[in-house]
């Protein structure tokens, strides 16, 4: 099927003039370019998703209607577009800055974030009580925008709407009166303070203590975090820490940990700024991408003057709830990174598009005698495009997905419509984090492949993407740590019904379509893949049974990509399911053609090019080398 790639994103018209020039005079098109589009969004919203469990339910039952979703859209990408964007170079070049034990963020910062937060698109969303709070599936998207405009400055709100939502669940009245309204407003920010200098991913090994004082609930903090999104800046006046600490005589590992609301000023009787609270930033990191996003050293109680509050009740039998508390922040943020790799890969996806639609290089193969064309028509750049295309659709019916079954279990009074959305949260949010975040950096490299070598070149956008993107596989938890979550919790949550369930929609969505006319050799396609997985299941059960628990360190990372492409195949079947029946009803003259002609061709062709990864990850699990084990440790060091 012939695909007008070009027209079918309906970009600005201007846009595609300036990158058909072929010259790189026009600054303001290269490293800050942001194109964007509704279009897919709508789509998702509007012609997928049965937005009436969420629109008619819970908090938000006679509050927003599908009428109202090209508004919001519209307006949330005006402000990416007009206010955010133009920030971004800016981000990319003048860096956060470390002085004076005081932190600079780029001027250019202040009005996004003020501009986010005064729409109702920052962490006032998480303020439950709020009649004008999205929907998250619906914020998701406006949040996407955001990300795709700047990477860098998306975290400053990302990270204070996740802080102020475990305040409003786990904080006790006092607690909740002082921090959310500055909180929700903006006017004070949040951080997740988690890891150490010598714990990551090891959490239970934080050395960070919490000591009680006289005052019912505040205990004194003493240690240091590092690797703080936006841990120190100067875009708000106050940055409020959910800090990890362990009380003294809590039990070693993660069991003992308790969370604390440690703000860098103390607050007033009345809940305003008060005292520095010996919060030190001790530097920032100096990053190959997210230039503009301070992350920071903080160290607490320097002086031994540092305070916090206990979020939650005080442990018991030496148990504290802290991890428990984290992880739902923790959750939300992983999807926030699948969310941001996405949009990075979106914004390279586009750029390469439009690029190679008007980059005139070479000839076809198929006709060499004929004249130069541009480089959309030859074979290898479509297979480039047709590449990052599905992975940004797959990526983002996937996260949509999550999003929407958060807001179903949150809302539904359907308790058994509640378990099965909160069932496929849980089995989403390590795909959603590790595959769209692998795949994403994969995407962008193909799309620098597009622009050839202007796309190493610091002018064109692609560079930056790329940088930016490379921290999400690692960020919030290591992809190999959502790996392992995946096959050492979420396979067998609930003795394996959890993702048994999860599984079982796939393979009942394949058998009821298993005759489509036009997509019948695609699903085919799935069932194999399908059984191929259920295949991998046994073979690692079989490794486990004889004692070789190695073995799901070797395959853990291979089984979660093999999960994302069995996921995004059904996804993508779904959307081209509609999509087929809409073009029957439109006809190919009709100028949506397109975009639905887009959607069918993204299925088919990752069914064809993708899924049989699968297969291949099977191939190998079977096999079981493990010469990576066998090869002695010296063999790795060459000097």
Known sequence: ?????????????????????????????????????????????????????????????????????????????????????????????QHAVYKNGKVTTPES??????????????????????????????????????????????????????????IRDFGNEKVKNIFLPKMFSGQWAGTMDLTEPNSGSDVGDIITKATPTDEPGVYKIVGTKCFITGGDQDITENIVHLTLARIEGCVPGTKGISLFVVPKYWHTPEGEKGEFNDVNCGGVEHKMGLCGSAT????????????????????????????????????????????????????????????AAGRIQGRQLTNPKAGRVPIINHEDVRRMLMYQKSITEASRAMIAMSYYCMDVMENTKDENERKRAKAFVEVNIPIVKAWCSDLAFLSISEAMQCYGGYGFSEEYPIAQQLRDCRIYPIWEGTNF???????GRK?????????????????????????DAVLKAEV??????????????????????QGKFGMIGFYATRILHATGYIY???????????????????GKEHF????????????????????????????????GDNSVMEIPEASYMLV
């Open 1 to 93: 099927m012939s695909i007008d790639l070009w027209s079918s994103l309906a970009y600005n018209a201007a846009i595609k003039n300036l990158y058909s020039t072929g010259t790189r005079k026009e600054k303001y098109i290269m490293a800050a370019n942001f194109v964007y589009s509704t279009r897919e969004h709508k789509f998702i919203l509007k012609e997928w998703l049965d937005m009436s469990k969420v629109f008619g339910q819970g908090r938000f039952e006679g509050g927003y209607s599908l009428d109202e979703v090209d508004s919001i859209l519209e307006n949330a990408m005006k402000i990416a577009k007009e206010v955010v964007a133009p920030t971004n170079e800016d981000g990319d070049k």
């Open 568 to 586: 995004g195949a059904k996804l993508l079947l779904e959307h081209a399911l509609i999509a087929q029946k809409k073009i029957d009803e439109i």
């Open 296 to 355: 920071s050293i903080i160290n607490f109680g320097e002086e031994g003057k540092c305070r916090g509050y206990l979020l939650g009740d005080p442990p018991a039998d030496g148990k504290g709830a802290g991890m428990a508390q984290m992880f739902q922040m923790m959750n939300e943020e992983r999807t926030v990174t699948g969310l941001a790799a996405l949009a990075a890969a979106t914004v390279s996806y586009n750029n390469a598009a439009l690029y």
């Open 481 to 487: 740590i959502q790996s392992m979550d995946l096959i």
């Open 524 to 545: 085919a396609l799935l069932e194999e893949a399908l059984a191929q997985y259920k295949e991998i299941q046994g073979t690692m059960a079989g490794y486990l049974g």
């Open 109 to 166: 910062f202040k009005k996004p974030y003020w501009t986010v937060q005064e729409n109702g698109l920052g962490s006032s969303n998480a303020d439950h009580s709020d009649p004008s709070a999205l929907p998250l599936c619906l914020m998701g998207c406006t949040n996407e925008y955001l990300a795709a405009a700047n990477a860098a400055s998306g975290p400053y709100v990302m990270a204070t709407t996740g802080a102020s939502g475990l």
């Open 491 to 515: 396979w067998m949550m609930a003795g394996g019904q959890v993702f048994g369930a999860w599984f079982a929609e796939l393979e009942k969505f394949a058998a009821d379509h298993k005759d």
């Open 592 to 623: 949506e053609y397109p975009y639905y002609a887009g959607k069918v061709a993204s299925a088919k062709f990752f069914a064809h090019n993708l899924l049989p990864n699968v297969g291949l990850f099977l191939r190998v699990i079977k096999e």
